[in-house]
C-alpha cells in the first residue's frame, strides 16, 4: 500500500498562487503515474492535471489549463496553481497509478486506473 500525503494547501487571494506538493511514505513515485484531482462543496471528483512516468507528458482540462502546471521529480510531485478564481476552491487530492513498460510515457486520465489516494488539501481562494 502507497501512502500518499499532500501539503501546501491554504487560503489565497484571488489572482494569487499556491504550490502543492505529493510525497509517498518509504518510497520513490517511480513507477507511477500521477495525477491531482479536486472536489468542492458538493460537487464530483474531478482532473485537474496528470503527468506520465516518463517523457513529462502532461494533461489539463480547459477550467485549468494555462494556469496550473504539474511536475515531478523522483521523490515528490508538484501543482503549480497561478491566477487562482473563487471556483478553485476544493479540497486537491494527489493519486498515483501503476503503470506498465509500454504505457511509461502514458498521462491516466481515467480515475479507476489510479491505484493510491491521499488525504486531501483545502484549497480556498476569497474574491
Known amino acids: 500500500q502507497v501512502q500518499l500525503v499532500e501539503t501546501g494547501g491554504g487560503l489565497v487571494q484571488a489572482g494569487g498562487s499556491l504550490r502543492l506538493s505529493c510525497a509517498a511514505s518509504g518510497r520513490t513515485l517511480g513507477g507511477y503515474a500521477m495525477g491531482w484531482f479536486r472536489q468542492g462543496p458538493g460537487k464530483e471528483r474531478d482532473i485537474v492535471a496528470a503527468?506520465?512516468?516518463?517523457?513529462?507528458n502532461t494533461y489539463y482540462p480547459d477550467s485549468v489549463n494555462g494556469r496550473f502546471t504539474i511536475s515531478r521529480d523522483n521523490a515528490k510531485v508538484y501543482l503549480q496553481m497561478n491566477s487562482l478564481k473563487p471556483e478553485d476552491t476544493a479540497v486537491y487530492y494527489c493519486a498515483a497509478a501503476a503503470v506498465k513498460y509500454t504505457t511509461y510515457a502514458s498521462v491516466v486520465y481515467v480515475p479507476d486506473e489510479y491505484d493510491y489516494w491521499g488525504q486531501g488539501t483545502q484549497v480556498t481562494v476569497s474574491s
Open positions: 503527468i506520465s512516468w516518463r517523457d513529462s
